[in-house]
């Protein structure tokens, strides 16, 4: 084997595992800024983390927040490992992508920008 030659190891595992807590980050972030806009909704998000969380009514929504995150990164991360494991990915590409999507998962929850949008 020469110098030129590389063993491609296939990276589809570690992108699908950090491409779900993106997905779960941004689903809390999303489930955040909705439940400021909407108090039904906030309610409705309550209501999901009351039904599994002990101390759910000491948190509040946030327990709800907190539950649908985590579920959508606990679905989504085998479903991506399943379709992605065998593959070789241009990893720069896809830690660019995690990067841009917690970038927007953290602007949606920053003061600054919610309180745009919050009256």
């Known amino acids: 084997m020469s110098t030129d030659e590389t063993i491609k190891i296939p990276n ?8 779900a807590v ?14 400021d806009l909407s108090k039904p909704f906030e309610q409705m998000v309550f209501g999901i983390g009351k039904l599994w969380m002990p101390g759910a009514a000491g948190i ?9 995150g985590l579920l ?11 379709i992605l494991r ?11 992508v995690f990067l841009v999507v917690m970038g927007v998962a953290t602007t949606l929850v920053w003061p ?7 009256r």
């Open 12 to 19: 589809g595992a570690a992108v699908a595992a950090y491409l």
């Open 22 to 35: 993106a997905i779960g980050s941004l689903v809390l972030a999303i489930a955040a800024f909705a439940s």
């Open 60 to 68: 509040g929504p946030y327990s709800g927040k907190e539950t649908l």
């Open 72 to 82: 959508a990164w606990l679905i989504s991360w085998p479903i991506l490992h399943f």
């Open 86 to 96: 065998n593959q070789q990915l241009n990893g720069r590409f896809w830690l660019i």
């Open 112 to 118: 600054p920008v919610a309180s745009l949008f919050i």
